[in-house]
């Protein structure tokens, strides 16, 4: 059956898989102290324009947002993220796991705006008694957001001087980073984000990888003896090659953006089959992420051909759906999509 | 240069790239759901001959034990391990991390004395003092240990016994678990190990995955809501596929055992090999990690023509090395050690 | 100067100071096991109507909140609490320091409604990816809230109840508990406070003791070794007869109820004073805690004369203060408030 | 019954009860921001002859403790303490909960001998793999020791230029501090253990006050923002001023050191007692805890007539027990133990 469930159905994309095998039985340095996880960030370092900054891979978001998190705050501080943020919602209590509290705090389609953020941090060292609550240590975006949506560069800008104005880092989540890029209405590069951005990561999992986030401390500001750091929280990978050879081929001849370029492709054009048979949306995003609107009966008889997520419920008679496209969807599948739709 | 630096040099065995080639495209549920992680957790059931285990996979040998540890512990109790265990030493304090003390008692060349163990245990409920003590809640041993020597099922089941008699579980850290099994001194099967332990994990990483450990729990007592315990610890992939299909093949055709003995027969030659230079073990095993004493100058010289690893210092003028085989050591290689020997 | 900052400026209740003299020489045994601390739990039971429930002694609010909600909670779950909660604004984190989170909920005036408790589980439940999300594992609830304001036992009832269908237990922050119940809209007895709370803390610190908060388990559900839970959170008095001596003075002859009666009746005169002024109330509660809006200028006026606390800005010209009675106001307090009052 | 059985049987030393008394209706500010915590601070950088200290209460020794090291540890850091420190042993845990692992070395009557100390970094350093593993982030000693051992002025200067040239703290347990200051064998100023520790305390519980322990900061090095990790961690007493006034009280007219010398004459004339009686010391210390060889039926019987306690057992025929004097131990009690003793 077709499927539209995540960005994260299929393995890799071949040239990953090719080059694992062509340099399977090279034997390297585990720990990521390998050549081509060396290589793989320095390419990263170029693409981003910031030859100051330092990468490090990590197996999967949750963890990435776990471990970077966890090791940049202080004791007494917390981070500020959107209610709808993946940390606040959709990671099992992974940062309070490590001790911090996520301060979370108001959204519009998943984005914080500026004068929220400012004016909570403002209210904050405003309260007298504010030694007894916890310190904004970092605030956490992603981009994409969870719903699909797009911060502004303008926006961007005005995060990230509140964030310095406070000196604290401004850390985005970039699990969907090459769907946000790539998406027509994205009005920002790479190395303008790392610029604005403390520490960000460039998803590998959503974007053609097996496993893999590398992460960008763009300002020397990656932790002190950071390996030990990952090593305690169980994320670091004996066979760090594994990362290292993934990344080196996403950031050769511009696959990463090449694929992500598809995606975004594929989910104009799944958009356009949901308009042209005149259905609803809950937020139409300029992403890989749909959410659409199906009457409950409708939903039921779409599920048997076509394979898509629950979003939530939407009215007693009505559901959000989402559809997602990613590197691998293919134009079969939305062929298989559009006929699917014809018959509700 | 060849590498006998460690059993995690090379990729994975080339069936494994085969199989996750051939089901790349395949859309897959994640986190774990999908077909080839059911079926391989099926394999393993039938191969511990324990059908009504709990079988789960993870990434990496510290995070298997930090979330089999943490997520099994009970608030007040701590984990007993030799003052040697891998969890003891070179995990940069995973299981504190997680809140638990790590109870480090005497071991034999890595092997706790199940006397020891007893005694321990009874000297703890004998002080009246114990209540503002940690209590012991669990033993993790480790098959093989950290310097390569084995339990004897009759110590295991001593080890068991007295487990069982507190009511606390029994954990083995099976990271190199085949290189044990396959050991000629070996004289335990896998069903015995599945009995006599009540949670132990099949290590992947180390015999010919890319990454990926297999925790059996042996007595339905594996933690409620497992996954979400996972998840809050960063631990859960996204694509559980990569770890479902590796082991998938590892427990197709026997693979696990075929390529687990192959490391015994290297290790087996390679020892040979030292004894036929007249060199001194630091502790010659019965599996795949071999110690030995090289006087300082030797091993500069050797090391310009062959990879191993710095185990610690034996006096002055002498220092412990380690040489591992793996899966992925072949014959040339120990013939590129031989002449390497010879020239010393 | 007069005083209404906050019901802990003053010692404790001289009849505290007297026994603790009284019995200061006599040799005791230490960490709770005393006989002071032994009556005092037994006294407590019996005014609970509550001859099954086990009664332990911890120093402070934020400690106990953090060493019951950890200690009852699973590895899973986290604690739902109203956004305005203790344990959710002014504890620094100290849950989550626990590794738990605050899944924090609407209120209003502090308070929790059933529905919204109700609903909010529910919808844990139906979300098909709540595996991916921190369970609900107790409910927490203050009372009197931190404005001072009351559940109805309607109100109780059915708080309970959700908990009970979800078998997950309710937890009532009791620091200014005998505030609550003298309160003249209090229509619950101890009795039921302790039949609907599955565990919950009668405090001392705020009402006549130097320290001091007596947390009752209600149903046989008290922690396993809660003791060396405790010791490990730091929070095990070597001195505990300061804890028992205390309580066991506090609920003899009723003293408890009636100091908490003096500051209820305090409280009542202090508000009739800011009426008589025709002051705007901000929040009148029927408790010891009363929000007054004060014109900036009136405010810095008035705090040359008498203390009390910010509590937060309500426009540009007005503050929101606080005034709180305790069992140490005196008349000539109200008095010299009375004469500053009308000098404004 | 007399009692030897520990230092904390008995309430506070009279005068502390007057002064809380004499001041228990001021209205002060909370959490330690009264006029008595000043002042007593100030009295305490004084005796210190450290007028850079910072100092700080807590209420009890094993939170001292785990607030201290947690909040001065780094992320990748534990803490070194000899095997049988208070710390490794009987706080339940209390530093693992915080997250960080407590690096036990061997010790020689409770004292780590700064060669020891000094051997366990190199070899850190010197491993190869040492980023996998805890890094020595501070030293933990208690003077007096566990058993009531004192540190050379000469070994404390070599501890402290360990821990120097390694740039990590020294971190004094000073639970007893009195008693290992008032004994004859102390070659030792107070100024001079502030000079050499970074960080130590001085010990309220066990010397006189009902509760709290003074944490003086001797290097400008108190943790940024303290009151707010000491707050996250449930040990910011509401009522700071039962602290303030306590530690007023002990270091004024010299109380602390008059009442730590009474407690060593009466331990000196309690090993005379047992000498007298030719009965055989485990371990005589020059401190306030002496550790005596009993057959088991003298023990027995003993017990019927004095309070001591269990420390380990000796041999099959014989128990090592503790009996300890302290600031409240009277010259009664002594003949009373005589008595007892020409009975045995």
Same mark, same amino acid.
């Given at each position: ?11 890799? $994309? ?69 209610? =709808?943020?993946?940390?606040?919602? #959709? ?15 108001? #959204? ?21 008694? $504010? ?20 911060? =502004? ?35 920002? =590069? ?81 958009? !356009?089959?949901? #308009? ?26 779409? !599920? ?13 008679? $009505? ?26």
């Amino acid at each position: 059956m077709v499927s539209f469930e995540s960005d994260y159905i299929a393995g890799a $994309h071949p040239e990953i898989l090719r080059r694992l095998t062509e340099t399977n039985l090279e034997a390297l340095t585990g720990y990521g102290a390998d050549f081509y996880s060396e290589r793989a960030k320095e390419k990263i370092k170029k693409v981003c324009g910031c030859p100051e900054a330092e990468v490090e891979f990590l197996v999967g978001g949750t963890q990435t947002n776990s471990v970077v998190i966890s090791s940049m705050l202080k004791d007494y501080e917390g981070v500020i993220a959107a209610r =709808t943020g993946h940390v606040s919602t #959709h990671e099992a209590g992974a940062i309070e796991f490590t001790g911090h509290k996520v301060l979370e705090i108001p #959204h519009t389609d998943g984005k914080i705006a500026p004068d929220t953020l400012k004016n909570y941090i403002d209210d904050f060292y405003a309260d007298g008694n $504010h030694e007894h609550m916890v310190f904004p240590g970092m605030v956490y975006i992603s981009y994409p957001t969870e719903y699909g949506t797009l911060y =502004t560069k303008k926006e961007l800008k005005e995060l990230s001087a509140v964030c310095r104005f406070r000196h604290i880092p401004l850390f985005v989540d970039g699990a969907r980073l090459g769907y946000g890029l790539m998406s027509p209405d994205c009005d920002l =590069t790479l190395p303008e984000l790392a610029e604005l951005a403390d520490v960000f990561y460039i998803g590998g999992t959503k974007v053609g990888a097996l496993c893999g986030e590398a992460v960008v401390f763009t300002k020397q500001n990656k932790p002190c003896h950071f390996l030990t750091s990952v090593k305690r929280r169980g994320a670091l990978l004996a066979k760090g090659r594994l990362l290292g050879i993934q990344f080196d081929t996403l950031f050769s001849d511009d696959l990463y953006f090449e694929i992500s370029r598809h995606a975004i492709k594929m989910a104009e054009a799944l958009k !356009k089959l949901f #308009h042209e048979q005149g259905m609803h949306f809950y937020l139409e995003s300029p992403t890989n992420q749909q959410f659409i609107i199906l009457e409950n009966g409708q939903m039921e008889r779409l !599920k048997e051909r076509v394979a898509f997520s629950f979003w939530e419920k939407y009215d007693d008679s $009505h559901t959000v759906v989402r559809f997602a496209t990613s590197w691998s969807t293919r134009k079969e599948d939305l062929a298989a999509l559009k006929e699917a739709l014809e018959m509700l």
